[in-house]
């Protein structure tokens, strides 16, 4: 087992004013040559978005982007025509292909919205670009692994170009959970929202992060209830 251990306090922090943001990855104005990606998982940002502020339109390519929200409301739209506002517990995927321009603005006039970005490298150049965004019923995270995104859509999950898979888990005090890797030559990085978390042997607390390798599974203890996200990736292409 190889593991990672990112303090919450190690990522690259920006205040624009509109727009406060922490960067788990190499990104924009912040650079790390040693934190550049894991694996597959090229980008996981924090940002926090005032009142009717937001993105103006701009391109992406060959892009797998997941966004999470966590607190307050998120407007997309793009040039697949697709559109829509996202608000928590709902998770928002767009495969950005072989070229998308987009926009997002926080909904609300006057609240701060908190979102998550992911963003995975596809499986191959040229997809063709595409939306989705779905709502996921909170109970289903309660001490279990809920899957929002993998390489199918099954069992009403979102899905993305590339061999990934994406959970939400909530545990309660004292809760022990195991995670089983989907393949052998997999990671996983695990990113605590909320609440204090023993993962193998490292104590997590709130925004730590943890990569882990070469293994086939992951304990992870609750030492108070906890919020976390866990993305498992190749570690390879």
């Not at 205040?15 to 922490?22: H, Q």
């Amino acid at each position: 087992m190889k593991k990672i251990f990112h303090s919450a306090d190690s990522r690259g922090s920006f205040d624009f004013g509109w727009l406060k943001t922490n960067h788990s990855f190499s990104f924009g104005h912040y650079f790390n040559p040693e934190k550049t990606n894991f694996g597959m998982l090229r980008v996981l940002n924090d940002d926090f978005v005032e009142g009717g502020k937001g993105f103006s339109t701009h391109p992406h390519k060959d892009m797998e982007i997941i966004t999470i929200p966590l607190a307050g409301a998120l407007e997309h739209q793009d040039s697949t025509g697709g559109r829509g506002v996202l608000y928590p517990n709902e998770v928002q995927v767009m495969s950005a292909g072989k070229g998308i321009e987009h926009s997002e603005y926080n909904h609300l006039k006057d609240e701060t919205s908190n979102f998550l970005q992911i963003w995975i490298f596809p499986d191959r150049k040229g997809h063709q670009p595409r939306y989705d965004q779905k709502y996921f019923d909170e109970e289903e995270r309660k001490n279990k692994f809920q899957l929002l995104v993998s390489p199918e859509k099954t069992n009403g999950n979102l899905w993305i170009n590339q061999n990934a898979f994406i959970s939400l888990a909530e545990l309660d005090e004292t809760k022990v959970i195991t995670y089983e890797m989907k393949s052998e030559n997999h990671g996983i990085y695990l990113f605590l929202i909320s609440g204090e978390l023993e993962v193998e042997d490292n104590l997590l607390t709130k925004r730590d992060a943890i990569g882990i390798w070469e293994t086939d599974k992951v304990q992870i203890k609750a030492n108070k209830n906890s919020f976390f996200l866990l993305i498992e990736v190749p570690m390879s292409q």
